[in-house]
């Protein structure tokens, strides 16, 4: 069985600054996929970045950045320069293989941007 | 393409009645998931489709729940008899499948129900 587990109910962080928002997973599967999900209050869930298994390199998307620690089981998600509209829910996710498969996901964290 | 649509947005129903949502994927996509979202937690899965054969449901889908998807076009996910446990938020979401394929799947905006 896949479990995430993230263990930051809520965050507040300045405008501006970098925010890493923390993720751990379980499973004894090889090959699975990490994802990063933001849900707005609209409800929506968005992607933001993803990372396989046996992706060497961490995986990068614009001001997402996925810190992957593989030994550690851990895919801690970092947002650079936070912007006021970062301020939402996000959920950790796994899957088996690369994705296209159903989702675990984490309980998530909130992160509110003080301007 | 407008991405993933769900109708209706909210739903309020009583305890008992029956309720159907309407799910639109992606027009390529191949793949349609449904999940259930609780206050405070994160998205549970339901079951999913490839084209219109239904290939998991996850224990969560008791005998009121049904879902379908014929043509491999939209679903629908039925429930039947209602309970204030079923009050949640019902996520739809497509993909298509690509070997080695790295992306997400794309979520629809959910629909709300509220079981009074």
């Known amino acids: 069985a896949q479990k995430i587990t993230q263990t930051q109910p809520g965050m507040f962080v300045q405008e501006k600054e970098a925010v890493t928002l923390d993720c751990t997973y379980d499973?004894?599967?090889?090959?699975?996929?990490l994802f990063w999900y933001k849900q707005p209050s609209s409800g929506e869930m968005i992607f933001l970045i993803y990372?396989?298994?046996?992706?060497?390199q961490n995986a990068t998307e614009g001001r997402y950045s996925l810190n992957f620690q593989k030994a550690r089981k851990s895919a801690n998600l970092v947002i650079s320069a936070s912007q006021l509209g970062d301020s939402a829910m996000y959920f950790c996710?796994?899957?088996?293989?690369?994705?296209?498969?159903?989702?675990?996901f984490g309980t998530g964290t909130r992160l509110t941007i003080i301007p | 393409d407008t991405g993933v649509s769900q109708d209706p947005r909210h739903k309020i129903t009583k305890r008992g009645q029956n309720v159907t949502f309407r799910c639109d994927p992606i027009?390529?996509?191949?793949?349609l998931y449904w999940y259930r979202q609780t206050l405070g937690q994160g998205p549970e899965f339901l079951t999913y489709?490839?084209?219109?054969?239904?290939?998991?449901k996850s224990r969560l889908l008791s005998d009121r729940f049904s879902a379908e998807r014929p043509k491999g076009s939209f679903s629908t996910l039925e429930i039947q008899r209602t309970e204030q446990g079923d009050s949640a938020m019902y996520l739809c979401?497509?993909?298509?499948?690509?070997?080695?394929?790295?992306?997400?799947?794309?979520f629809g905006s959910g629909t709300r129900l509220t079981v009074v």
């Open positions: 979401a497509s993909s298509l499948i690509r070997v080695g394929a790295n992306y997400g799947y794309t």
């Open positions: 489709f490839q084209n219109e054969a239904q290939l998991e």
């Open positions: 996710a796994m899957s088996f293989s690369f994705g296209n498969e159903k989702l675990t």
């Open positions: 499973t004894s599967d090889q090959s699975y996929g």
């Open positions: 027009s390529e996509h191949n793949r």
């Open positions: 990372q396989g298994s046996y992706d060497e």
